[in-house]
């Protein structure tokens, strides 16, 4: 009888023992479901009320120049470059992020808006004045940053002659030694530099249109894009051919062309006239 009874108050004080023990998991599992949910709920408290103060951040309110462009976008170029220049599938690229520059070459050239869909974007005359092209560009620019033609004038302190060999090694490869232009693949090509400004030649090298590559300031500095712009607006355009006809400006090959013909023109009546005269 006492073994029994010994048993039984042994057993009564395991299951005593392990209640207890059962009792405090349970409730440390529960009080941390309920931290767990605690936090989430503040965490997604916090999201609300701080969430539109960084949209807000994020989006600051135009400047009077680039309110006057949106307008001008809103009214111009929206059907092709969607709300807030976002782009449209097929009808136009996402304007976010191409910086000013970029809008000065397309636009200040005539080449936006696009008459219609086509390998390369023409030159054409322009659409808006110089005032809404900056408006326009001040607008794209502060919807995404991106590279910006600066003020001021652009060839100040610029070396002619220096202008020469960087535009040889970087420039006539595609636009020609004479400035004039050339074919390039898939319908595309190298235009002339005549009819460029300044400051369009100097947003061509930031922004890389068509299939010109940029030339950052770090591949071209600023110092030497003055240069390149000195020359071609200097020397190019200026000059008035003191060797004689330019045939057009096109490079060696045109010249060979013109200097066989002559000649063996000029062969052929030579021995002509000398077998006339034996």
């Known amino acids: 009888m006492t073994s029994d009874n010994d048993r039984r108050r042994g057993l009564l004080a395991r299951l005593r023992g392990e209640r207890p023990a059962a009792r405090s998991r349970g409730r440390r599992r529960l009080g941390a479901a309920v931290r767990l949910i605690a936090a989430l709920m503040l965490a997604g408290g916090a999201y609300t009320v701080f969430a539109p103060g960084v949209q807000a951040q994020e989006n600051p309110p135009l400047t009077g120049a680039a309110a006057e462009g949106k307008a001008l976008f809103d009214v111009s170029c929206v059907t092709c470059h969607g709300r807030n220049a976002q782009g449209i599938e097929g009808?136009?690229?996402?304007?976010?992020?191409?910086?000013?520059?970029?809008?000065?070459?397309?636009?200040?050239?005539?080449?936006?808006?696009?008459?219609?869909?086509?390998?390369?974007?023409?030159?054409?005359?322009?659409v808006f004045t110089d005032e809404e092209t900056r408006q326009l560009a001040q607008y794209v620019q502060q919807l995404g940053g991106g590279p910006e033609v600066p003020g001021g004038d652009l060839r100040e302190g610029a070396?002619?002659?220096?202008?020469?060999?960087?535009?040889?090694?970087?420039c006539s490869q595609c636009h020609a030694f004479g400035g004039g232009?050339?074919?390039?693949?898939s319908g595309k090509y190298a235009p002339s530099l005549s009819p460029a400004?300044?400051?369009?030649?100097?947003?061509?090298?930031?922004?890389?249109?068509?299939?010109?590559?940029?030339?950052?300031?770090?591949?071209?500095?600023?110092?030497?894009?003055?240069?390149?712009?000195?020359?071609?607006?200097?020397?190019?355009?200026?000059?008035?051919?003191?060797?004689?006809?330019?045939l057009g400006r096109y490079g060696p090959s045109t010249e060979g062309l013109a200097i066989f013909l002559v000649g063996i023109v000029a062969l052929v009546f030579a021995s002509l006239w000398i077998a006339g005269k034996s």
């Open 159 to 170: 070396n002619v002659s220096t202008g020469g060999e960087l535009f040889r090694i970087n």
């Open 197 to 246: 400004t300044d400051r369009q030649i100097y947003a061509a090298m930031l922004s890389g249109p068509q299939n010109m590559p940029v030339f950052g300031d770090n591949q071209i500095t600023p110092q030497q894009k003055a240069d390149i712009i000195t020359y071609i607006q200097e020397a190019l355009k200026a000059d008035q051919d003191p060797g004689g006809f330019n």
């Open 181 to 185: 232009g050339g074919a390039l693949s």
């Open 91 to 126: 009808r136009g690229p996402s304007l976010v992020g191409v910086g000013a520059a970029s809008v000065e070459f397309q636009v200040g050239s005539g080449r936006m808006p696009m008459a219609r869909q086509e390998a390369q974007a023409m030159r054409k005359p322009a």
